[in-house]
C-alpha cells in the first residue's frame, strides 16, 4: 500500500509498472518472481523465492482469489518449481497483496506460515473489533484502531461517531445494500492465514541455507517484518522501504504515534549492513540508508507542510489538512490516516493541540504564543 502523493507528482513509478514474467536470481538463492496485483496504484508485487535443498521459501504471494493463484502457479514453474515445493510461506504484513495468497498456498503445499508475532488482520477477525476502545486510553485520541461500524463502513477514531467512511477503492456509485453484501463477501475471498511460526524483533531463521534474521519495523502496519540475511548483506524490506514511492504511514491500527514508529524503524535498517534491498514493489536497489534518508526527509517536509496549513487556517479537522495537503482524486481513508499519523506525531512532540469538536479531532498547530 503506497502513501497518498501531494500535487504535481504524478509520475508513473517503477511499483506501478504490469507485472514481468521474468524470474531472476538477485542474489544467491534468492528468486525474484513477480505477480499482478491491482491494488491502491500499484502493478505488481514482488514474490521471493529462498531456494535451498528441500524446496523453497516463498514471501508475500500475491492477492488472494482464482487469477492470482494461477500467476503464483505460473511464476514457480518458471522458475522450476511446482507448488509442493514451497515448504515455508513467509509473509511481511496485514495487506492483501502479501498475504491474500498464503492461506492457499500453505494449504496446497502443506507449508508453514512465518509472519512477525504481532501479525493480525483486523478486518478479518471472528468479532468485529470494539468501536468503543477506540475513545479509550490516557487522552483524547485513545487508541488509534479501526472498526466496522456496519457493513462495508469504517470507523476511524479522527472522525465523529456517525461519519463513518468507505473502505478505500469502492466507487461512491455502489448503493448501500451491494456494499454490504460485498462487504460479507470480501471477508470472505480475503482468507487471513494462520501462521505457524511467529517470529519477534531479532529471532533467527534458516532460509535458504543460511539464517535471517527478523526485524520488527512497525508504521506501515503494526506487524510489518523485514528479514536480514548479514552473510550475504541482503534485506528482504517488504512494504517498510520501496525504492521510488513513499510507503504509507498508517494512522489506524498501528497504536500510538505510528509516524515515530516508523522513523525509528527506518533508522534501524538504515544502520543494517545491507547490500541489496529487496523490496515488496519496485526493483531491488542497493543504497538503502540514502533511501531511508530520503523517506526520512519527505515526512520532515509533510510536517512543516501540515504546520504551514495549520498556522494560516487555525484549528482544523484531519479531513480538512488533508483536502489541503493532497488533490481531489486521493481523498480519502488513506490520505486522513496518513495526515493523522502526521498530526498525533506533531501532538505528542507538543506542536499541537488537538479537542474534538462536534465530535470529530480538530488539531491547533499555531505556536504557543500565537495562540489567542
Ligand atoms: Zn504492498
Ligand atoms: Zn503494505
Redesign the pocket.
Known amino acids: 500500500?503506497?502513501a497518498p502523493e501531494a500535487a504535481g507528482q504524478r509520475v508513473p513509478k517503477q511499483e506501478q509498472q504490469p507485472a514481468s514474467d521474468e524470474v531472476t536470481e538477485v542474489a544467491p538463492g534468492v528468486l525474484r518472481m513477480q505477480l499482478p496485483?491491482q491494488?491502491?496504484g500499484?502493478g505488481h508485487?514482488n514474490m521471493y523465492g529462498l531456494v535451498d535443498r528441500h524446496g523453497l521459501a516463498v514471501v508475500?504471494p500475491g492477492m488472494p482469489g482464482r487469477q492470482s493463484w494461477r500467476a503464483v502457479v505460473a511464476a514457480l514453474r518458471r522458475a522450476g518449481f511446482c507448488v509442493g515445493d514451497v515448504h515455508t510461506v513467509v509473509i511481511t504484513?496485514s495487506?492483501p497483496?502479501?498475504f491474500g495468497g498464503a492461506a492457499r498456498l500453505a494449504r496446497e503445499a502443506g507449508a508453514a506460515v512465518v509472519a512477525h508475532a504481532d501479525f493480525n488482520v483486523p478486518w478479518l477477525g471472528p468479532a468485529e473489533p470494539d468501536v468503543a476502545s477506540l475513545e479509550d486510553g490516557d487522552d483524547i485520541v485513545g487508541t488509534t484502531g479501526m472498526a466496522v461500524s456496519d457493513p462495508g463502513r469504517l470507523r476511524v477514531p479522527w472522525r465523529a461517531p456517525g461519519d463513518a467512511m468507505r473502505p478505500p477503492q469502492l466507487p461512491r456509485s455502489v448503493p448501500g445494500p451491494v456494499l454490504k453484501l460485498a462487504w460479507r463477501l470480501g471477508r470472505r475471498y480475503l482468507q487471513a492465514p494462520t501462521p505457524t511460526r511467529l517470529l519477534t524483533d531479532g529471532a533467527a531463521i534458516r532460509l535458504a541455507d543460511r539464517d535471517w534474521f527478523a526485524v520488527h519495523t512497525p508504521g506501515h502496519t503494526a506487524d510489518h517484518l523485514c528479514l536480514y540475511d548479514p552473510e550475504h548483506r541482503l534485506l528482504l524490506a517488504?512494504?517498510h522501504v520501496l525504492p521510488t514511492i513513499t510507503p504509507h504511514v498508517s494512522g489506524i491500527g498501528c497504536g500510538r504515534d505510528p509516524l515515530r514508529q516508523y522513523l525509528d524503524a527506518l533508522e534501524t535498517v538504515a544502520r543494517l549492513d545491507v547490500g541489496l534491498a529487496l523490496p515488496?514493489?519496485g526493483h531491488p536497489f542497493t543504497d538503502l540508508s540514502a533511501r531511508t534518508a530520503q523517506i526520512a526527509r519527505h515526512h520532515d517536509e509533510r510536517l512543516d507542510r501540515l504546520r504551514q496549513i495549520g498556522a494560516a487556517d487555525g484549528a482544523l479537522t484531519v479531513e480538512t489538512f488533508s483536502h489541503a495537503l493532497f488533490p481531489p482524486g486521493q481523498w480519502g481513508l488513506m490520505a486522513e490516516s496518513e495526515v493523522f499519523a502526521h498530526l498525533e506525531h506533531l501532538r505528542r512532540a507538543g506542536s499541537a493541540r488537538a479537542r474534538r469538536q462536534h465530535g470529530a479531532l480538530v488539531y491547533d498547530l499555531a505556536e504557543e504564543g500565537d495562540r489567542p
Do not use: E
Open positions: 500500500m503506497r496485483i491494488f491502491t500499484l508485487v508475500d504484513h495487506h497483496d502479501h517488504g512494504d515488496a514493489h
